[in-house]
């Protein structure tokens, strides 16, 4: 099972809305609605961010949202700020009932 | 609170083998799938292992398939990966991670805060 593909990097300035994809295949993300966003800072624990394509945990900021066309589903981080500066990945459920992750991206707030 | 805590990561040689542990709590154990992820110094995820709420169904990466076996003791709250003939580039911190879902796919909501397994001579 290859990775989903993201772009490395991705940046913006305070404010403004950014959008990360996350491609695969039809055996993953084209296939099921089990896409998953989630959000790293350096030294920690991945932060379930989306769930179910675009479902938001309880309690997270309305900022963060989730989207699929086809095989590529997209999280847009609206109202960009300095916290949101971390690193990014998608995971979806798989034809063989496991999971694959993507590249990641690096956000970087300007 | 839900709470996953891995340890049993540590230096072992090539070839050699490790046993990690994960202790949760703040959730009914059973109900939950439970996956392992790893992460190499300076890379991405990448999903190793999963196991149902009921310990039945398990799912390996190809990567670690014959290697690595994942288990649970329901009566404990606690998920075991034993890593056998390790290699170099099993090297990575190892993160327990309990499933939105009794089978292993749906997402992940709670991470532990890993543990570091090197395989060096």
């Known amino acids: 099972q290859s990775a989903l593909t993201q772009p490395a990097s991705v940046s913006g300035s305070p404010g403004q809305s950014i959008t990360i994809s996350c491609t695969g295949t039809?055996?993953?993300?084209?296939?099921?609605?089990?896409v998953s966003w989630y959000q790293q800072h350096p030294g920690k624990a991945p932060k379930l961010l989306i769930y179910?394509?675009?479902k938001r945990p309880s309690g997270l900021s309305n900022r963060f949202s989730g989207s699929k066309s086809g095989n590529t589903a997209s999280l847009t981080i609206s109202g960009l700020q300095a916290e949101d500066e971390a690193d990014y990945f998608c995971?979806?459920?798989?034809?063989?009932?496991?999971?694959?992750f993507g590249t990641g991206t690096k956000v970087t707030v300007l | 609170e839900v709470q996953v805590v891995e340890s049993g990561g540590a230096l072992e040689q090539p070839g050699g083998s490790l046993r990690l542990s994960c202790v949760a709590s703040?959730?009914?154990?059973?109900?939950?799938?439970i996956n392992w992820v790893r992460q190499s110094p300076g890379k991405g995820l990448e999903w190793v292992s999963g196991i149902s709420g009921s310990g039945d169904t398990t799912k390996y990466a190809d990567s670690v398939k014959g290697r690595f076996t994942i288990s649970r003791d329901n009566s404990k709250n606690i998920v075991y990966l034993q890593m056998d003939s390790l290699g170099a580039e099993d090297t990575a911190v190892y993160f327990c991670?309990?499933?939105?879902?009794?089978?292993?796919?749906?997402?992940?909501?709670?991470w532990g805060q890993g543990t570091l397994v090197t395989v060096s001579s």
């Open positions: 991670a309990k499933d939105l879902g009794y089978s292993s796919g749906w997402g992940i909501d709670y």
């Open positions: 039809s055996s993953d993300v084209g296939g099921y609605s089990y």
């Open positions: 179910d394509v675009i």
């Open positions: 995971s979806s459920y798989t034809f063989s009932s496991t999971y694959v």
């Open positions: 703040g959730f009914t154990f059973t109900s939950y799938a």
